[in-house]
Structure formats: C-alpha cells, structure tokens
C-alpha cells in the first residue's frame, strides 16, 4: 500500500468535488474542479488507486501547495 | 445631460472609463472589493464605496449594492465596462428603473443578442451570413449523427447552452461522431444544465474578423472598421489588431454592410461588435455573434481612427453626442494588442498569482498606449481574471506596429507573479505572423510560440 498525495497547483476556490472516500479511481480522472481566475481547473489523478481521504470542500479556498486528496493504491 | 457616472467595473476598464469621465467632464463614481482596495481605479475616481458581498468574487455582480451606491452618491449614469454585468438586461433595466441612464445599449439588444440561437436566427433573417448549423435536443443518436453528416464533415459540436470553448470539439470522421455527440451531451447537461447538442459546420482554415460598429440609438449607425482577432488560444483572444490586412475590400465592405444592417435593425445604442467568421479558402465570410458591450480590444480601433469610443459612449448618454458623419471616418496606419495575462505558459498556462513586486508597463507615447488596473506590490488574486494589462502599439505599417509592440514588450518589467509576456514577443515577431495574416489555428500550428 502506499498514498498518492494529490496537491493543489493553484490558490483557487473548490468548484465541485468529483469523489467521495471509498471511489476507485484511474490515471486522469477527475477529482475536483478547481476555479481560479474565472477558468476552471481541473485536478485529475496522477495514478490509479482508491480515494482514502478528501480534505476540501466545495466553497472552500485552497493554496498552492494544499493538500486536496489522499490516494492508496495496493 | 449626465453629471455622475457610477463606474461598476474593476481593472483597466473601470480606469480608462474614469478618464473618460473625466475627458467628457462628468464626475465619476468607482467601487471595490477588500483586494482592490489600493486599485489605481479606486484612487482615479472622483469618490469611490466598498462593495458588500460574500466573497470578492461576487462584489462586482452585487446588483442591490451597486444601485444602492449609485443612488446615495447621487448617480445619474452606470457604465457597465465589459464582463461582470455588462450583458445582463435585467441589470440594465434596474438601473434604468432607478431613473439612471444605462450606459450602454437598450435591455432589449442585450437579451437578444445574448441568446446565440436568436441572435443567429436574426442575422439569418436580415439576410446576413450565418455558418450552417443546428441544435439539436432530441436523444436519438441516429437523429444526430444525420444532421452532422448533413452539413457535412468535418463538424463542430458544442454545448448549446455553453461558452468559452468548453466542451467543444470537432470532428472530422462520421465514425467519430456518435462518442463526440455523446460526450458532450454529458458534459453540457452536467455544467450547463442543458443536454442540447449544437452542430455546426466547421471552418479549417478560419481568421476571426469583427466590425465596430457605432449606433445612435434611433436607426441610424456608423462603422469604425474592422479588428482581426485570429490569435487565440483555446479560443480566447490573445492579440487583436486593425484593421484586417489580405481580405477583399468588396468583402470588407460586405462585412461592414451586414454589420450596419444589424445595428440598424434594432436601432442599436452606443458601442458594439459584430464579430464573424472569415473562410480563407472560400473568402465566405459568416456571422458569429454580437457583443453588446465596449471590447477589451476597442483601443487598436481608437488607433487607427482617433475616435474615444468610451467618451462617444458617455457623450450619446447624455445626449450630447454630434452625429459622426461615415465618410469623416478614416483609418489610417495599424495597430496591434497584446494582453499581459498572469499565467505560466510552462505549466498548462495555469493561472499565477501574488504579490507584484515590480510592475513598470513601458512608457506611454502618442504611438503606444499601455492600459492596466493593476500597480506595483497590489496582488493580483485568484478571484478575478487574469489581464494585468493591455499594451497597444500603433505604427505606419502593420511591420512597424509590430516591431514597436516589441519592444515595448521587452521593456516591461514584471516580478512577482509569471506572465506571457515571453509568448506575445514570440508571436509579434514570428515570420509566418509578419509576413501574412494569421489565422485561428496559428497557435496550434506553432506551439513552439507557446513557451517561449
């Protein structure tokens, strides 16, 4: 098992969280749509893996460098 | 008569309408949120309020707190700039309910023209050009895929309900379609709220030429020439210039005909734009939509003519304007803009933002205008959009504009957050750019250009 740390490469407001804890997800997918400076961001995952964790929320202002999702793959 | 413009705009815009007022001698009114607070538009104005709102980026939208200032300053106008609420009738009709003149054209333009499908329909009727096309809501996948090959290959499909390029792709195999139709079928009832599928036949080699046009609100309307806006990327503008160079006169003139026949029609008010698509294979040209605002790109066409359109915008409100006869209008030499945005063109031209640590435009010259809401050490935020400014270059020749916009790009200093500065110089000094007319696809075919 190890976690795939997925951070934030902008200071931007949560648009919409695309996971909840549990999903299982593939490289490119889509966790979180981001909003900064009127574009939309989206985060997408880097590998293939099981959600383990979310820490932000829609409505929430993230920085560069914030953690957003945790992912664990087997 | 106007004596007091209440200014609802941020950045350059909300700046270059305060001179403006200040031109016309009409006072002007600014607002701002918590990080525009040090904004050069708030210290310019005459007076300035904070705007209330629930985060910064809503301040600007915050119609009740915007005629709420409005009226206790003792307002008699709104200049709307562009973005934010400037293409929002019921905002438009707010202001004139308050008895205050809306600086901009009557709700009823704006509504139509918001609407893509009725503003097409419109045109069409009108007798100008619209590319083929159609929306398409009904689900069967059958139905889709024969109106695609109807209009013929390769196609277009968007989200009807959409903007700003998402979502759009085109698509040149009818093996591909069914998946193309389908994914944005998804993707336009999930962020649009609005399964409606548009086609439209698609233009390979396509330049985006708009006309200004001028309207004084009873029928009667002047052009100011065309902009070439063909360099974008992802399908927003990146450099504008004026006027078209390699395009037919007689169609120039047919372009400026249809645009007139719209403003015309609606007994169009104060400024607009009229933008199409030009085919350069065919020289067909057609229309796209009509923007019913001052442009972030006005100032290549103040220019190449001399005219403040900003200031003919306030004079028409307030009843002051002198009819501008059509044939006083020259153009003459050409001017190129470039904007400055705050982004990193290495990293998928994320957005950049910070502190501006230094922030010194190159200095302004009867050729060289440089217009910006931002000053050294503001920050520039995520909550509103990129432009840290406009640089517009004027010369004899399109060479000589181009060759002094730059130098003015290298001369301007900015630390503290990244910019595209790197690509603008790249692209005013590309051959394929000096020696012929670029078209949409410039970027894509030299993405080289891109990092630059």
Redesign the interface.
């Given at each position: 098992m190890s976690t795939t740390r997925i951070e934030s490469?902008?200071?931007?407001?949560v648009l919409r969280v695309e996971v909840t804890v549990g999903d299982n997800v593939t490289v490119d997918d889509v966790l979180m749509v981001l909003?900064?400076?009127?574009?939309?961001?989206p985060v997408q995952s880097s590998v293939a893996g099981r959600v383990s964790a979310v820490h932000a929320a829609a409505g929430d202002t993230v920085e560069?460098g914030q953690l957003l999702i945790e992912l664990s793959q087997s | 008569m106007i004596g007091k413009v209440l200014v609802a705009n941020r950045g350059e815009i909300a700046v270059r309408i305060v001179r403006a007022c200040r031109r016309c001698n009409v006072k002007s009114v600014a607002v701002y949120t918590e990080p525009d607070q040090g904004a050069p538009h708030v210290s310019l104005a005459d007076e300035a309020y904070p705007l209330e709102a629930a985060s910064p980026a809503q301040g600007y939208l915050n119609q009740t707190a915007l005629l709420a200032i409005a009226r206790a300053s003792g307002c008699d106008a709104v200049h709307p700039g562009y973005g934010f609420l400037a293409e929002n009738a019921q905002f438009a009709s707010a202001v004139e309910h308050a008895g205050m003149v809306w600086i901009g054209p009557t709700p009823q333009s704006i509504d139509i023209m918001g609407n893509k499908q009725r503003a097409r329909e419109l045109a069409a009727s009108l007798g100008v050009p619209v590319v083929p096309g159609r929306t398409l809501t009904a689900c069967e996948d059958v139905t889709l895929v024969q109106a695609a090959t109807s209009l013929g290959l390769p196609v277009l499909v968007k989200a009807s309900g959409g903007g700003g390029g998402i979502g759009m792709r085109v698509v040149e195999r009818e093996d591909d379609l069914l998946a193309a139709i389908r994914a944005t079928r998804d993707l336009a009832s999930k962020y649009f709220g609005d399964a409606a599928v548009y086609l439209e036949r698609f233009v390979p080699s396509a330049r985006h030429i708009e006309v200004q046009v001028f309207g004084y609100g009873d029928g009667k309307a002047i052009h100011l020439y065309e902009r070439d806006c063909s360099i974008q990327r992802r399908y927003q503008k990146v450099i504008e210039e004026a006027p078209a160079v390699d395009v037919p006169q007689q169609t120039l003139q047919a372009m400026r005909s249809a645009a007139l026949t719209l403003a015309c029609d609606q007994e169009y008010r104060g400024a607009g734009t009229v933008e199409f698509l030009y085919d350069t294979e065919t020289g067909s040209f057609y229309f796209l939509e009509m923007n019913t605002r001052i442009q972030v790109e006005h100032p290549v066409t103040e220019m190449i003519t001399g005219l403040d359109l900003v200031a003919m915008q306030i004079e028409l409100a307030a009843g002051k304007l002198a009819a501008v006869p059509q044939a006083s209008i020259k153009a003459a030499g050409h001017a190129i803009e470039c904007r400055v945005y705050a982004e990193r063109p290495a990293k998928r031209f994320l957005p950049s933002t910070g502190r501006l640590e230094v922030f010194v435009p190159p200095p302004e010259s009867a050729d060289l205008r440089v217009e910006t809401g931002y000053s050294q050490n503001m920050q520039v935020t995520h909550f509103y959009d990129p432009l840290l400014a406009k640089v517009i270059a004027w010369g004899q020749s399109r060479q000589a504009a181009a060759a002094r916009m730059h130098r003015a790009l290298g001369a301007f200093q900015i630390r503290g957050v990244e910019t595209n500065l790197g690509m603008l110089r790249a692209i005013v000094s590309h051959e394929a750019v000096l020696s012929s007319a670029p078209t949409t696809q410039f970027l894509s075919q030299h993405p080289q250009v891109l990092t630059a």
């Open positions: 490469e902008v200071n931007a407001r909003e900064s400076m009127k574009m939309e961001i560069e | -």
